[in-house]
């Protein structure tokens, strides 16, 4: 069986900066070849990044990425890396119609030397491919050192059939899979047991490469993984880390006689290119990788470390901003800004009020100081007393004004100082609208707005751990972990006179939003019917705060951004 060393590029790009991307695949390639690859892959769209969104409808953008694709051939060819075919995902177009496509092409000798489109457009939770896209049409097969290796592109094997069973039918050595998969919780198994089997029902070895990094609201884990076609492991790429694995391969000898044009189940046509290169026997065997797993509370901080630290540097920014209280939530805001950012690029600020406790403001300081973050305090009191002496507020008007000082104070600070606003919020508050607008709310990027009330405490927990394990000092002070939850807005105010207790919420949280069941299947289950309604009351009527939160790292199925689309103007109150 001739051998065949891969490199599996495991990158992260930054959408729309196609030269900087594209700078990366060169030094990516360069250093694959060194390693002595016989054939380089790189993620799905990896030269415009992903997703593009509305940046695919951009004639410019569309035209753009197919430029830098010809260009890149030409330069990886000037640099001496032409002789090693490689597989780019980009932005392109269909030739008949000139419609955008989810796009790869093989880069060989200086040309574009096969071109095709993704088949199964995925078009649910975060997915919206059908806005955008066409389907592509063609088994793409790339002969090199023999062995026949077919082309797919992340949905393809989401789908029963298309490009996997045409693999199959193709007899292909190899089914290589560029994708932008997002994280999510416990995403790493479902994808290992679908690998597993689609391999198997292509009868061949299956590389599976992940883009690693962050856009937006989502984030990618990498995770790339190679298996066998009988389900065993080959090699498993780092979670949260760019990485390139070079892997020596085993594959059968291509073998197919089957006609350029030949139609496979589901339509598709093949196209094949040789790329002309003889078997190489490697001087020296590449070292097996395989990467151990993250266990849950591992992994889940590291999406979201990754996603906050994309998203800061990738708009541009050094460093954050964030309102500290000495509660938990925003002192877990703060341990995630120190590991993404670095404790000296986070500035903190306390606010105390008239309500703030002695110890509220010193857990704020300890927390500070355990870090080695940026600290300051400024009262609001003299800006409360100049609005409450005209306007006479009391009650929750009175509250909120405290809250929404201090998102004054913190956007000002912003603005004289540059650094970007982290919103604390987690996904209990936002759930049921336990946030100001325009207060608490302000900011950028919200690091837990997907991570519900139960879980923030089991993270600063399991960080504080991690400190101890490390022989650190664990950033978050027990006094902020074991302290019962307050806005600390009016006297002796804590979370649970206006919510239910935080596992009770949750529960029900689980059932509503995530699992989207309704009001009478939770009451069902055994719930008290007034605890159900009146939360599926809260959740229902928060939709307008939620579409003014800023985004944040989703790492559940269903994050409050585009996974749970819902009317704003909605009369429908029945769960
Ligand atoms: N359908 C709709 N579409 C658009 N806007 C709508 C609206 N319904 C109300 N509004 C507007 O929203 C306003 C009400 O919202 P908002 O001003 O935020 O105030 P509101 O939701 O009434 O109160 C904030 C709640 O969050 C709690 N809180 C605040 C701060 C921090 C924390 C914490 O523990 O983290 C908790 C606080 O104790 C209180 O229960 C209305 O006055 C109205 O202007
Ligand atoms: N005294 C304060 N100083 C600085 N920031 C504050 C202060 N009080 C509230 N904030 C900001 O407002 C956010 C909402 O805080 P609040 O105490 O009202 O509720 P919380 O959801 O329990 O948050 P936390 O657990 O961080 O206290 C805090 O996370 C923090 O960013
Ligand atoms: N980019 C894609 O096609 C991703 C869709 C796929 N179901 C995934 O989440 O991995």
Redesign the pocket.
């Known amino acids: 069986m001739p051998n065949l060393r891969i490199a599996l590029a495991q990158v992260d790009p930054r959408v729309g900066d196609i030269a900087r991307n594209c700078d990366e695949v060169v030094r990516r390639v360069e250093e694959a070849v060194a390693g002595g690859a016989r054939l380089v892959a790189f993620p799905e769209q990896v030269v415009t990044g992903y997703p593009v969104e509305d940046l695919a409808l951009r004639g410019s953008f569309v035209e753009a990425s197919r430029a830098a694709l010809v260009e890149l051939a030409g330069r990886l060819a000037g640099a001496g890396l032409g002789a090693v075919p490689v597989v780019v995902g980009y932005l392109g177009r269909r030739p008949s119609s000139g419609a955008p496509q989810n796009c790869a092409a093989v880069l060989h000798r200086g040309e574009v030397v096969l071109r095709f489109a993704k088949h199964y457009l995925p078009n649910y939770g975060v997915f919206d491919e059908h806005r955008y896209f066409v389907p592509g049409d063609q088994l793409p097969v790339l002969r090199v050192d023999g062995v026949d290796v077919a082309l797919a592109i992340c949905e393809d094997i989401w789908q029963e059939g298309g490009r996997v069973r045409a693999a199959g039918e193709a007899g292909a050595g190899l089914l290589l899979v560029i994708n932008g998969s997002p994280y999510e919780r416990d995403k790493d198994d479902q994808r290992l047991a679908l690998v597993r089997r689609r391999a198997a029902e292509a009868g061949c070895t299956l590389a599976y490469l992940n883009l690693v990094g962050g856009q937006d609201e989502l984030v990618f884990d990498g995770d790339s993984v190679v298996v066998a076609a009988d389900g065993e492991v080959l090699a498993r790429g780092p979670q949260f880390e760019e990485a390139l694995l070079v892997l020596d391969l085993e594959l059968p000898a291509a073998h197919s006689t089957d006609a350029e044009g030949t139609v496979y189940g589901d339509g598709l046509r093949l196209v094949r290119v040789d790329a002309g290169t003889e078997p190489v026997a490697p001087d020296v065997p590449a070292p097996a990788q395989e990467f151990a797993r993250l266990d849950d509370e591992a992994e889940i901080y590291a999406a979201l470390v990754t996603g906050t630290r994309a998203y800061v540097r990738k708009n541009g920014f050094r460093s954050v901003l964030i309102g500290l209280s000495g509660?938990i939530?925003s002192a877990l805001v703060a341990a995630i800004a120190c590991d993404a950012v670095g404790a000296a690029n986070v500035h903190c600020v306390s606010m105390p009020s008239r309500y703030s406790s002695q110890h509220s403001r010193d857990d704020a300081a300890e927390l500070a100081r355990r870090t080695g973050l940026n600290f300051r305090t400024v009262s609001i009191a003299p800006m409360f007393d100049a609005y409450m002496d005209p306007l006479g507020l009391t009650g929750?008007a009175e509250?909120?004004l405290q809250?929404?000082l201090r998102g004054t104070l913190l956007m000002a600070v912003s603005n004289q100082e540059g650094h970007l606003v982290l919103a604390?919020?987690n996904k209990s508050?936002l759930a049921v609208?336990?946030?100001?607008?325009?207060?608490?709310?302000v900011g950028a990027f919200g690091p837990i707005k997907d991570v519900y009330k139960t879980l923030v405490f089991r993270l600063a927990r399991w960080r504080n751990e991690q400190a101890g394990l490390r022989g650190e000092v664990p950033p978050i002070p027990e006094n902020t972990i074991v302290k019962p939850?307050?806005?600390e807005?009016r006297p002796d105010?804590v979370?649970a006179d206006?919510l239910p207790d935080y596992d009770l919420l949750d529960t029900v949280l689980d059932l509503y939003v995530e699992q989207d069941l309704g009001r009478d299947a939770i009451v069902a289950k055994g719930f008290d019917a007034a605890v159900v309604d009146r939360i599926v009351r809260l959740v229902d009527?928060?939709?307008?705060?939620r579409r003014q939160y800023p985004p944040g790292p989703k790492i559940s199925p269903k994050g409050f951004g585009r996974d749970r689309r819902l009317p704003?103007?909605n009369g429908w109150r029945r769960g």
Request: proline letters at 6%.
């Open positions: 509660g939530d929750l509250e909120n809250s929404r604390p919020g508050e609208g336990y946030s100001t607008l325009y207060g608490d709310s939850p307050s806005a807005l105010q979370d206006s009527t928060a939709e307008y705060k704003v103007t």
